[in-house]
């Protein structure tokens, strides 16, 4: 779905909320000075517009993001955006400016309704992720579908203020529960206080990595963090390196991981079973996520489409685990994940919450009838054969 396919279903799907009817209404005075007193400074682009797409207010973040249309073109529409002498590529939320004189600006965006008085308007606000996004297309101009890029980040990039509070994040969580859960608390509040004195140690010496290593006596974790500074921004790259050191080489890498979903492959992930089917990783978490009608999709629509749906759910699938939890994809629509030392509670909140997602996932995809069936159950102290329940519980 591109930028405008998104707009207009958003106004769609909330016409029976909006209350002004056919007409349109400006805010008032009072309206626009509070939230001009709000937003006016706010470093990240905001609008906030009507129905009929009418932009009613905007920082000034924002026109600083239309500064290389040539054209000049004065905006007073959201949907005068897709005449500036910029493409737009929309996918997964991040939305990149792509002009003409080679300039590329790229955001992840968020929508919100907004009250005021009786009336409702649409707000948009954009989080400027370019520096970010610069380096990892270094390489190729510009890619095709920027979810090639999103579903190459196989851990975790957070940016933060000078103050080390963070804005954004996105990827695999390490050393935390939850990647949502960080925005707007500082480093110290969501990282070991070891982690976040290496860190800060870096940032003194203007430093541009640093490797961070720590055991909790059964399991070793190794992270590579890279370091990009920006005027009120600093950005971190964080790889998980634990992996890596524990193989041989780069090709027993990549033979230990799918190339679509960057998942352990069926035989890694059967290793990876031998190494913790033992009481010290009790009570351990056994999960099957199988995709229920993706074969009749692929043969009706494409294999390459199937693909897309299968890594996207992948890549959800890697924003809620934790970095000690072992996913894997173990056949072509099928995942298995491994939680250790969790409880029947966590593992049972995991499986409402990729239930969910899968549902936004496949919500527009009619005719076809898509979704997951979840199964999932818990190796205990009480569990003779550990091996034989996580292989009766992935059947």
């Given at each position: 779905m591109n930028f405008r396919e998104t707009i207009d279903k958003l106004i769609r799907r909330n016409a029976h909320i909006i209350t002004v009817g056919k007409k349109k209404r400006n805010l008032s005075n009072s309206e626009t000075d509070l939230l001009m007193s709000f937003y006016n400074k706010d470093k990240d682009p905001v609008i906030f517009f009507d129905q009929f797409g009418k932009i009613t207010y905007n920082n000034d973040a924002f026109l600083i993001v239309l500064k290389n249309d040539k054209n000049k073109k004065e905006i007073t529409n959201v949907y005068d955006m897709f005449e500036i002498n910029a493409s737009l590529d929309y996918e997964d939320d991040l939305l990149t400016f792509n002009y003409e004189n080679g300039f590329i600006k790229s955001f992840r965006v968020k929508f919100a309704l907004a009250k005021f008085e009786k009336s409702y308007f649409f707000k948009m606000t954009l989080t400027d992720i370019s520096d970010f996004v610069k380096r990892e297309r270094a390489q190729t101009r510009k890619l095709n579908k920027v979810t090639t890029l999103l579903n190459a980040i196989e851990d975790m990039v957070f940016v933060t203020d000078h103050n080390l509070f963070i804005d954004y994040a996105i990827g695999k969580p390490l050393l935390t529960k939850s990647i949502t859960s960080l925005v707007k608390e500082n480093v110290y509040e969501v990282f070991p206080s070891t982690y976040c004195n290496e860190l800060k140690d870096t940032l003194s010496k203007g430093g541009s990595s640093f490797l961070y290593n720590n055991s909790d006596g059964r399991n070793k974790i190794s992270l590579e963090t890279k370091i990009s500074y920006g005027e009120n921004t600093y950005?971190?790259?964080v790889k998980d390196a634990s992996r890596l050191v524990s193989l041989s080489s780069g090709i027993n890498y990549l033979n230990s991981y799918d190339s679509l979903?960057?998942?352990f492959?069926?035989?890694?992930?059967?290793?990876?079973?031998?190494?913790?089917?033992?009481?010290?990783?009790?009570?351990?978490?056994?999960?099957?996520?199988?995709?229920?009608?993706?074969?009749?999709y692929n043969e009706k629509e494409s294999f390459e489409k199937g693909n897309q749906l299968i890594s996207i759910l992948s890549h959800k699938i890697r924003t809620?685990?934790?970095?000690?939890?072992?996913?894997?994809?173990?056949?072509?629509?099928?995942?298995?994940?491994?939680?250790?030392?969790?409880s029947k509670k966590f593992v049972a909140g995991f499986a409402k919450k990729i239930t969910s997602s899968s549902v936004e996932i496949f919500q527009d995809l009619e005719p076809y009838e898509l979704s997951i069936d979840v199964s999932y159950d818990i190796a205990d102290a009480k569990t003779e054969d550990i091996e034989k329940k996580i292989s009766e519980t992935l059947l």
């Amino acid at each position: 779905m591109n930028f405008r396919e998104t707009i207009d279903k958003l106004i769609r799907r909330n016409a029976h909320i909006i209350t002004v009817g056919k007409k349109k209404r400006n805010l008032s005075n009072s309206e626009t000075d509070l939230l001009m007193s709000f937003y006016n400074k706010d470093k990240d682009p905001v609008i906030f517009f009507d129905q009929f797409g009418k932009i009613t207010y905007n920082n000034d973040a924002f026109l600083i993001v239309l500064k290389n249309d040539k054209n000049k073109k004065e905006i007073t529409n959201v949907y005068d955006m897709f005449e500036i002498n910029a493409s737009l590529d929309y996918e997964d939320d991040l939305l990149t400016f792509n002009y003409e004189n080679g300039f590329i600006k790229s955001f992840r965006v968020k929508f919100a309704l907004a009250k005021f008085e009786k009336s409702y308007f649409f707000k948009m606000t954009l989080t400027d992720i370019s520096d970010f996004v610069k380096r990892e297309r270094a390489q190729t101009r510009k890619l095709n579908k920027v979810t090639t890029l999103l579903n190459a980040i196989e851990d975790m990039v957070f940016v933060t203020d000078h103050n080390l509070f963070i804005d954004y994040a996105i990827g695999k969580p390490l050393l935390t529960k939850s990647i949502t859960s960080l925005v707007k608390e500082n480093v110290y509040e969501v990282f070991p206080s070891t982690y976040c004195n290496e860190l800060k140690d870096t940032l003194s010496k203007g430093g541009s990595s640093f490797l961070y290593n720590n055991s909790d006596g059964r399991n070793k974790i190794s992270l590579e963090t890279k370091i990009s500074y920006g005027e009120n921004t600093y950005t971190f790259l964080v790889k998980d390196a634990s992996r890596l050191v524990s193989l041989s080489s780069g090709i027993n890498y990549l033979n230990s991981y799918d190339s679509l979903t960057g998942l352990f492959k069926k035989e890694a992930f059967d290793n990876k079973i031998q190494e913790i089917a033992n009481k010290s990783f009790l009570p351990l978490g056994i999960m099957k996520i199988k995709i229920m009608g993706i074969r009749e999709y692929n043969e009706k629509e494409s294999f390459e489409k199937g693909n897309q749906l299968i890594s996207i759910l992948s890549h959800k699938i890697r924003t809620l685990v934790t970095g000690f939890d072992i996913t894997s994809r173990v056949s072509g629509d099928t995942f298995g994940i491994l939680f250790p030392n969790t409880s029947k509670k966590f593992v049972a909140g995991f499986a409402k919450k990729i239930t969910s997602s899968s549902v936004e996932i496949f919500q527009d995809l009619e005719p076809y009838e898509l979704s997951i069936d979840v199964s999932y159950d818990i190796a205990d102290a009480k569990t003779e054969d550990i091996e034989k329940k996580i292989s009766e519980t992935l059947l």
